[in-house]
């Protein structure tokens, strides 16, 4: 069978078996869920969280947004967003494996009952591949994937992530929530189809997480999270050494590529300490004095390069609130 059919064919199957019974913890970590006002999580819908952080975010969903969720679950994520998009076929979900669509159906419906406020036709479910939406393009304000791309190998993370970009509105957001790895995976961990379906070795370092993001077009890119995940220790996986992987969270907005580069927020922070009330860059930032600036990469390199002991620069934090220079 033709390797690149097999790994996907792979994932299919692990998800295949976890819709028809719930695997409490999967793939991924336990991740703390939204409580919110009236918001009353199925039960069957909890032990259906294969995600490894979150995309939702109220930041995201202001405006009446269009969103698209690829890769269903248990329909977790799916009614979050609804709680914020209350209108029929505001939430899209899409997702190649016919069993989790129907148990997350049936999750929704059970949702249905259970909160007053939701309507089960406020999400769109639909059959279809993270490489080929079938979503028009330029219609959706928010797409958000949680713990599936990690397990596409480069050349199919490309297409699935040029496929979230094409179907966004210009300025849309691209919310994801994957494992990144800076180490370097064995190849026998990271060629093995069920690893990679459980999300354990196709992690990529996030530096190439980021250009590929960039690459593609996004203007911005902003690393909102970033956390321990698992390890791959000797001692249970065939590597040497022990393995680190951390779970982020990305926001990509399809802005247009500024003329120097895109502006990649990876937690960085400048503050101005000098004996006047502000700092000009001349590139449009001002720094007022003792007052904190998140900046992009590009903007603290460039006002770290100034050799000026009036002017802190942080590293970079992975971790990023808004309220940037850009």
């Not at 299919?12 to 991924?28: F, H, I, K, N, S």
């Not at 032990?47 to 952080?53: A, D, I, L, Q």
């Not at 064995?186 to 992690?203: E, F, Q």
Request: charged share 20%; net charge negative.
């Amino acid at each position: 069978m033709d390797d690149a059919r097999n790994y996907l064919d792979t994932t299919r199957d692990v998800y295949r078996e976890a819709a028809l019974t719930p695997q409490t913890g999967l793939c991924c970590t336990i991740s703390p869920v939204w409580r919110l006002p009236d918001l009353d999580v199925p039960k069957r819908m909890l032990e259906m969280n294969y995600g490894c952080g979150s995309t939702v975010n109220p930041r995201d969903l202001v405006g009446d947004p269009t969103v698209l969720y690829v890769g269903v679950g248990g329909g977790l994520e799916l009614l979050q967003f609804a709680y914020f998009c209350r209108r029929p076929g505001s939430v899209i979900g899409v997702d190649a494996v016919a069993e989790m669509l129907t148990a997350c159906e049936q999750n929704l419906r059970t949702a249905e009952t259970q909160n007053a406020w939701f309507r089960s036709d406020f999400v769109s479910l639909r059959a279809g591949d993270a490489l080929m939406l079938p979503v028009a393009d330029g219609t959706i304000d928010v797409a958000a994937q949680n713990c599936l791309f990690n397990i596409f190998r480069e050349t199919d993370l490309k297409r699935a992530l040029t496929e979230m970009y094409r179907v966004l509105k210009p300025h849309g957001r691209l919310i994801l929530s994957d494992p990144v790895c800076d180490m370097a995976m064995p190849a026998t961990l990271r060629d093995d189809p069920r690893l990679r379906a459980l999300c354990l070795s196709g992690a990529i370092p996030l530096g190439d997480y980021v250009k590929l993001l960039t690459g593609i077009g996004f203007g911005t890119v902003e690393v909102r999270a970033r956390r321990p995940y698992r390890v791959l220790s000797p001692c249970h996986y065939a590597t040497e050494s022990l393995i680190v992987i951390d779970s982020v969270e990305i926001c990509a907005i399809k802005d247009p590529m500024p003329a120097d580069g895109p502006c990649v927020f990876t937690g960085r922070t400048a503050i101005y300490h000098g004996g006047d009330e502000t700092f000009d860059d001349r590139k449009g930032h001002v720094l007022v004095q003792n007052q904190p600036l998140s900046v992009c990469d590009k903007t603290a390199t460039a006002l770290a390069a100034l050799g000026r002991n009036d002017i802190y620069v942080s590293a970079s934090t992975y971790f990023y609130d808004g309220g940037g220079c850009c």
